[in-house]
């Protein structure tokens, strides 16, 4: 199975400037901090950012999010792992609706419409803040 | 029958935080309020069931997107470098003030929220 059309618009942009990369930097730095701090969470800071500086399009900002907060959970989850924050029952017990879940959600992501997962990811990310004062 | 409760409700929460997950808009934003919240885990516990299983579950979504078309991976390398730089030196940093950390992502929220709206318009 061959990649679709999708890819060629999120082929657009080329090339990278010193600003850039300095800015780039300071997300990763900022999405770390929220992802190490929290135990998740960084996807949905890296989302609009991703969308902004690099200027890709919604759903290719979403997948791509998934691709850079992969490595970053990736330690994270080791630290969580050595420190001993972490019970095999409740892991496998959620990791299985999780899947099931991530599975539907990748699935939703092409069909939904772009204005669907930009006012859902929206709400989700006020929802998400609002939980940080409270 | 309380363990049955349990897996089923496990596995009902994992389904609705894997769907938004999947989706790249932070399942774990709502993982993990649910797990402390309604399954009384502990904080930490569920921060680390919910990175595990985000590990496993994004394997296959980032396939999936990529089969779609839709990762552009071009670019993205400085914020991996520094992200997992941050990620780590935070597990061990005990003194950064985390409510800092945490009006910061309010705030970036509310003026997404106003930028998104002002966007629409």
């Given at each position: 199975m061959k990649p679709t059309k999708n890819r060629d618009m999120c082929d657009e942009q080329g090339g990278s400037s010193l600003k850039k990369i300095f800015l780039l930097l300071l997300c990763g730095a900022v999405i770390g901090l929220v992802n190490g701090f929290?135990?998740?969470?960084?996807g949905m800071i890296c989302v609009p950012l991703l969308e902004e500086?690099?200027?890709?399009p919604e759903k290719c900002a979403h997948a791509t999010a998934l691709v850079v907060i992969f490595p970053i959970s990736f330690v994270s989850a080791l630290v969580y792992c050595l420190s001993g924050h972490l019970e095999s029952t409740s892991f496998l017990v959620v990791s299985v609706g999780v899947i099931l879940g991530g599975i539907c959600g990748s699935f939703l992501l092409k069909i939904l419409p772009e204005k669907v997962v930009r006012v859902v990811f929206v709400f989700i990310m006020l929802a998400g803040g609002l939980k940080m004062i409270f | 029958m309380q363990y049955f409760f349990y897996v089923l409700s496990g596995i009902l929460s994992g389904i609705l935080s894997g769907i938004f997950g999947g989706m790249g808009m932070g399942g774990g934003t709502l993982l993990i309020p649910i797990l402390t919240i309604?399954?009384?885990?502990?904080q930490k516990l569920a921060q680390g069931v919910n990175l595990f299983s985000f590990l496993i579950m994004s394997i296959i979504s980032i396939y999936i997107h990529y089969k779609n078309g839709f990762?552009?991976?071009?670019?993205?390398f400085p914020i991996v470098v520094s992200g997992i730089f941050c990620d780590f030196g935070s597990n061990f940093?005990?003194?950064?003030?985390?409510q800092n950390l945490k009006n910061f992502v309010w705030s970036f929220s509310r003026h997404l929220v106003y930028y998104r709206i002002y966007k629409s318009i």
């Open positions: 929290f135990g998740g969470g960084g500086i690099l200027s890709l | 309604f399954l009384s885990f502990e990762i552009r991976a071009q670019g993205i940093n005990g003194c950064f003030a985390v």
